[in-house]
Antibody
């Protein structure tokens, strides 16, 4: 079964850091761009960052540039998001998703992991 | 983030047809089109349509996507109770080098 499972979310104080992980199974991770998308409770979806197959190309949402870093370990079939200098505006459910490339869509999504930034 | 524009809500009756719209610009929707996602409360999004308007396998033929200029549309015919959900469009924005989403449309089936 093709599956993505996120982990690493939790409660963190403002200014703190958190590292999210996304474990892929049922497909070969290194064939795909991968993406992180977040959703504030009760609100819409917001793209956060993506990374190409070998990790050499990355793009970030403007508001997270310099604070968040997306990486991947294809040997471990895993995707990561290192989040530093967290603020209340980063509170959200974070989803990892598989990018279909030329088909221009995210076709596989994890269940999400909740990140709460609060003192 | 400069997002895509979707109406916040649409209400239609059972077995009727709903058309959801997504307005972008020439750098995103008008450039390569938009994909469509469905999200039920408490669940992750589910892909309904690629940006070329094709459906992934397993997606009902009652759903069809199209594009005209900078506006993408998703039409759902023969509305069923299970179609009640939030619908999002997404597109790559070449000027921002970012993916952008619409704010989502809540579809209510009466």
């Amino acid at each position: 079964e093709v599956q993505l499972v996120e982990s690493g979310g939790g409660l963190v104080q403002p200014g703190g850091s958190l590292r999210l992980s996304c474990a892929a199974s049922g497909f070969t991770l290194n064939n795909y761009w991968m993406t992180w998308v977040r959703q504030t409770p009760g609100k819409g979806l917001e793209w956060v960052a993506n990374i190409n197959q070998d990790g050499s190309r990355k793009h970030y949402l403007g508001s997270v540039k310099g604070r968040f870093t997306i990486t991947r370990d294809n040997a471990k079939n895993s995707l990561y998001l290192q989040m530093n200098s967290l603020g209340a505006e980063d509170t959200a459910v974070y989803f990892c998703a598989r990018d279909t490339g030329d088909l221009g869509a995210f076709d596989i999504w994890g269940q999400g992991t909740m990140v709460t930034v609060s003192s | 983030q400069a997002g895509l524009t979707q109406p916040p809500s649409v209400s239609k009756g059972l077995r009727q047809t709903a058309t959801l719209t997504c307005i972008g610009n020439s750098n995103n929707v008008g450039f390569e089109g938009a994909a469509w996602l469905q999200q039920h409360q408490g669940h992750p999004p589910k892909l309904l349509s690629y940006r070329n308007n094709n459906r992934p396998s397993g997606i009902s033929e009652r759903l069809s996507a199209s594009r005209s200029g900078n506006t993408a549309s998703l039409t759902i015919t023969g509305l069923q109770p299970e179609d009640e959900a939030d619908y999002y469009c997404s597109a790559w924005d070449r000027s921002l080098s970012e993916w952008v989403f619409g704010g989502g449309t809540k579809l209510t089936v009466l």
